[in-house]
């Protein structure tokens, strides 16, 4: 397969065209569906801000249609035998598998990301089918759980039409991640895509189509949060949403859901530690570093964006760091060479410049980047930045900036690292860099977040826990984790025949 600047700008704009030529629709009850109001909104290329096209608005009763077509579709899906779900999915990840590359470059087209980067992520929304399909069959199984005169047992069922919302940073990947599982759970899926990256969202729905899924079980409602995402969360058909997003928007949610008691799961936002001790192997800490806060954009809620670097190693560990980041490679998302692409959305390269002047006025000094780097005067380019001299609770240590911005802090010792490790509102993961057994233990323990890698960049196992503590998230994915959240689990209790009911009213 070609992978070069001139075959990718040439395929993508192949695959641009259609969406250039109309509005991009909903996918609602097995068909692509225009909306009920005609209204559309504009979708932007963060490559120079010119328009990719239009989009269909959806609003409640778009988001009322789907939901009932979800609602319908539930009562034979859920009914569908575990092995028939799991030969599906694996044949809707073949079909993504087969189109990786389509979905690769109009991603890194519509949301920036480097097509670098994007390439492995379709990949990934494939695994994640195959990995959940094969667990489908096993979804319903639960405990034995004997008593002395009763047996008990669990099952699973699933717990309804689920709503889905996802943000821009990595789309696909990321509506995969909730989508397979609520699938192979037996649930039916309504999706709402965030409005700044729609595309992929509908390629994910029309590649599940044709693999033969039934109509209504997965919908996707494009459209704004407050229009479509909203009512979604009202909904009375969905039973519960899955939301990966900001934690303000979480909070929303939780409220919005509150009259029609939604059970949520929430993968927030972050400000993740990576903590490097001077008994650390260096480079591999240095390569892990940059890799953490440049890939994606620092676009990515897993980001180590707080580097707390201890004091003896700190100008060794620092020169190299700048040396890097000065070399990252800034350019076009759909070269190949490319590292950094552009922000997602020119409001975004706002506020991500915002925090330069910010972190000069707080005391912080800028040891490389420091401002936004239109290419050919076009573009939501910004220069990799590293923050040095900053403290812990100037607002560029302890907000998330999402983007590829790195706040470097110094410590004297493992309680201090500690302390300034956890003296945040977020808590999604952290990363420790030692060759002392014990204290990366020891930091592992110590660390408030949902996932600690020691001497790793993240690194993902789809059967282990992903989410985060505090302001980061409720509620874990991955594995069993997530048909805890797409299920109900019953219990029942049968009785032996032995033990003594309580005789009221006898005489
Ligand atoms: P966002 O919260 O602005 O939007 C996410 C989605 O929510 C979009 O689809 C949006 O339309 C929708 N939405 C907005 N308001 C809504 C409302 N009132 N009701 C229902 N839906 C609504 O987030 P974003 O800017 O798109 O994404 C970036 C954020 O996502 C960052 O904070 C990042 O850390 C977080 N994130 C977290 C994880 C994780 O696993 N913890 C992964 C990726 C991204």
Request: aromatic share 8%; net charge negative.
């Amino acid at each position: 397969m070609p992978d070069d600047f001139a075959s990718n700008c040439q395929d993508a704009d192949v695959l641009l065209k259609r969406f250039r030529a109309g509005n991009l629709p909903h996918f609602i009850n097995g068909k692509s569906d225009e909306g009920r109001s005609g209204k559309t909104f504009d979708s932007l290329t963060p490559i120079d801000n010119s328009l990719i096209g239009e989009v269909a608005a959806g609003n409640a009763d778009d988001i009322d249609a789907a939901c009932k077509a979800a609602e319908a579709a539930f009562a034979e899906w859920k009914e569908m035998p575990g092995q028939a779900r799991k030969k599906l999915m694996h044949k809707i990840a073949d079909g993504i598998v087969e189109r990786a590359r389509d979905i690769a470059l109009v991603e890194s087209y519509d949301s920036g990301q480097a097509i670098r980067f994007m390439n492995k992520a379709a990949i990934r929304g494939a695994a994640n089918f195959r990995f959940f399909g094969d667990m489908a069959p096993g979804a319903r199984d639960g405990q034995s759980l004997p008593a002395d005169e009763h047996i008990n047992y669990t099952v699973r069922q699933p717990i309804g039409p689920v709503g889905v919302i996802t943000p821009w940073n990595t789309p696909f990947m990321l509506s995969t991640w909730k989508i397979a599982p609520a699938l192979a759970a037996g649930c039916t899926v309504v999706h709402k895509p965030a409005e700044w990256s729609p595309y992929t969202a509908m390629m994910l729905a029309e590649i599940a189509h044709d693999a033969g899924l039934p109509d209504g079980v997965l919908n996707c409602v494009q459209g704004l949060g407050e229009d479509a995402g909203k009512p979604l969360t009202e909904h009375p058909a969905i039973k519960a949403v899955a939301f990966v997003g900001e934690t303000v928007t979480g909070s929303h949610i939780m409220r919005q859901g509150a009259d029609t008691l939604k059970r949520v799961h929430f993968e927030l936002g972050g400000k993740n530690p990576v903590i490097v001790f001077e008994d650390a192997d260096l480079e591999r800490a240095l390569d892990a570093v940059v890799f953490m806060i440049y890939s994606l954009n620092g676009e990515r809620c897993t980001s180590s964006s707080r580097l707390l670097i201890q004091e003896s190693v700190q100008e060794e560990f620092t020169t190299k760091l700048v040396e890097r980041v000065k070399n990252l490679k800034v350019g076009h998302p759909l070269d190949p060479a490319t590292e950094v692409g552009p922000l997602i959305h020119d409001r975004h390269l706002q506020k991500v410049c915002s925090y330069f002047d910010i972190a000069t006025s707080e005391g912080a000094t800028v040891a490389a980047g420091g401002k936004a780097a239109p290419i050919d005067g076009m573009g939501n380019y910004v220069e990799p930045t590293l923050f040095v001299g900053a403290r812990n609770d100037m607002r560029i240590a302890q907000q998330e900036v999402f983007g590829p911005v790195l706040t470097a802090i110094t410590f004297k010792n493992e309680q201090e690292a500690i302390e300034i490790a956890n003296d945040i509102d977020y808590g999604l993961a952290g990363y420790v860099w030692t060759n002392d057994i014990g204290r990366g233990h020891r930091m592992a323990r110590a660390i408030d977040a949902g996932m600690i890698w020691v001497n790793s960049e993240n690194n993902r196992h789809l059967p282990a826990p992903f989410g985060g503590m505090k302001n980061s998230g409720i509620g874990r994915d991955g594995g069993d984790y997530s048909f805890e959240f797409y299920m109900e689990t019953k219990n029942v209790c049968i009785a032996m025949g032995s033990h003594r009911i309580p005789q009221l009213g006898s005489t």
